[in-house]
């Protein structure tokens, strides 16, 4: 084999252990949703509890990420990476036990453990999967990595339940902590004859803090806010609203939901395809456009009545919202130096899941008091000053 072809073929081992150690942490914090009935039922729990067995992996990814971020750009990505396996599959069995034994604030805890594990993915597999590949490849490249979270998803709501009828709902913390082992396995395989650290010398304080000042890192911050907050209030509150407006069954308005997410496996990766390809590897048309056409779909979603309309609408705010989403992680880490790059993709990640952790609760508050029209034109609303938002980002160099 020549070098040029180990190259390559490194390089695809590196994505694909990456990619896979992102969905491992996706499909594991999704997982217990499907199954909350069963959860709740042997841990003797209402459903805020239940609950909280999921949001607490977003609360600490938002809490976590930064200073993640810090590490990454500090210590070796090969061994984070491992540290960060070895901490999802103890999670995973650690939950498992807790569970079997009806001990709930023992599982909570383990899910923190794999909230730290899910953001050390998310974050250097963003970073690393873009010095990887050549500048010209970089956005499609991240964005391809970022459609894992939305293939986790889908394999943790759709496993979950087959798993929890053959082998109890605890068992499965650790089916797909384990997937991790595969993916650390494949990355360490493919990065044992090159070097993917970010720099040779930490970033210093004031690099930092060049970062944390800089308007264009928080400029392209507030849009990952944006867009997922729209995200989550569409996949939180879509269900409810099609069995209260529409009527359907909760299992159907589960599926037509099912949209959103599905939709984002191709979506964010077609990101940075359309800017490479369509926008000649410019950034903010991509930004500018898919808040383009989400803001008119939102809104539309409090008007139609029909549901075949709404599920064409859903569809299209999926895409629309989800192409930014997996822009975002290679965006940023090209207007920033080179050695705080880690930090920079963390910094998006914290601010991004905390519009996440945030709109669905807003959105309630708006749906208890007035209704989900104006919760509706709200969204709208929001995609309107995204517009404006990414009319003023940065072009990379």
Known sequence: MSPADRSRYDTLGLVAGLFLLSTAAAAYEIAPASVLPLVRSALDIGPTAAGWLVSVMYATAVLASVPVGFLLDRIPIRRAVTFGGIALLVAGVWGWYAATVGAYWWVFV????????????????????????????????????????????TLGQFGSPLIAARFGWPAILPAFAAIAAVGVVLFLLATRRRSIDAAEDEPDRDGVVSLLTDPAVWILCVLCFLAYALYLFLNTWM???????????????????????????????SGGVLSDRVFGHRRRPVAVTSFVVAAPAVVSVAVVSRVGLLIGLLVVIGFAVQVVIGLMFSYITEIVASDVQATAVSLLTSVGLFGAFIGPIVAGGIIDRAGYRPAFLLAGGVAVFGIVLAWRAPEPA
Request: proline share 5%; hydrophobic share 50%; aromatic share 10%.
């Open 110 to 153: 383990s899910r923190v453990l794999g909230g730290i594990a899910y953001v050390l993915f998310w974050n250097a597999g963003a970073n690393t999967v873009g010095r990887a590949v050549s500048p010209e490849a970089r956005a499609t490249a991240v964005g391809v990595f970022t459609a894992s979270a939305p293939v986790g998803f």
């Open 239 to 269: 269900p409810s609203y099609l069995v209260e407006g529409f009527g359907v069954s909760l299992a159907v308005s589960g599926l037509l939901t099912a949209l959103l997410p599905a939709v984002g496996i191709v979506s964010r990766s």
